[in-house]
Structures are given as structure tokens and as C-alpha cells.
């Protein structure tokens, strides 16, 4: 994976870490939450690497980001912001909960559900899930010989 400074290596994000705070809801999502909305969205807006979705929806609304902004990235997709209701060249829209949209397929954030998934228990170090690399080294002290 590329990386700005090479030396720094890519960092694990827990599942179950917060991503997102909804301050409307007093709550926040997990980085599980917002992509297992964004995966069903994907699916019920029948997605793929060419969709272009419309986000006509407020962006302060986790189930916007997760529906408008992850899901069509999940596919390979891309993300268009409108101006107001401009006409736009895209295959589907995620809608507000009183939106419209000229698109042909579109979700209201209504139906986007960011329920939590079930709890897994984190995965040993050097599992699969760390991708083959093993967890940190422990920090050892050394101690200076004088000479």
C-alpha cells in the first residue's frame, strides 16, 4: 500500500471504533456500522465500478455518508454533489427523507439501517487480519556500557 512517509506503517482500525457522531441522535457509529450500511445500500441500489450516485441528502447525516459517499466507493463507484436539485449525469440517488430525485434508482435515508453487527472478539496478533504482519515488537531498554 502506498503511503506519504514509507517508513510509517498502514494502522489497523478496530471495527468497533467510533467513526462518526450524530449529535441529532446523541450517538455515534462504528467504522462496522457506517460499512455495513454502506454494503447494503451498495446492494439494494444495485451498484457496480460504473454507478455515479447523486448525494441529495445532508451530509451531517451518518446514513447519507454511509449510503452516498461509502457505498458506491465499496463498488468502485464514484460520488457526485449536486448543486441544489441540478439535473445530474448519475445512476442512482441517495435522497433526504422528503427528497425527490430525477435519478432512476434512488434510497431515502430512511430505509439505510446503520445497526451495530454482532460483536466479535479481536483477532490474535499475526492472524489473518492483520494481513499477514505481526503485531508491534515490545520495546526493550538497553542499557549503555560505558567504555
Known amino acids: 500500500m502506498w503511503s506519504e ?5 498502514p494502522t489497523f482500525h478496530d471495527p468497533a471504533d467510533p467513526v462518526l457522531r450524530d449529535p441529532d441522535a446523541d450517538r455515534t ?5 457506517l460499512l455495513d450500511g454502506a454494503r447494503d445500500a451498495a446492494a439494494t441500489l444495485e451498484l457496480d465500478a460504473d454507478s455515479r450516485v447523486a448525494v441529495r441528502a445532508p451530509l451531517t447525516d ?4 454511509a449510503a452516498g459517499v461509502l457505498a458506491p466507493l465499496l463498488v468502485g463507484g464514484a460520488v457526485a454533489l449536486p448543486e441544489g436539485d441540478a439535473p445530474l449525469d448519475a445512476t442512482a440517488a441517495v435522497v433526504g427523507t422528503d427528497g425527490t430525485a430525477a435519478e432512476e434508482r434512488t434510497l431515502s ?5 446503520l445497526s451495530a453487527p454482532p460483536a466479535t472478539p479481536p483477532a490474535p496478533r499475526g ?18 556500557r560505558g567504555g
Open 5 to 9: 512517509n514509507p517508513a510509517f506503517p
Open 29 to 33: 457509529y462504528s467504522h462496522a456500522e
Open 62 to 65: 451518518p446514513r447519507t455518508v
Open 109 to 113: 435515508v430512511d430505509a439505510v439501517s
Open 127 to 144: 492472524s489473518p487480519s492483520t494481513r499477514g504482519r505481526p503485531g508491534p515488537r515490545p520495546r526493550t531498554r538497553r542499557r549503555w
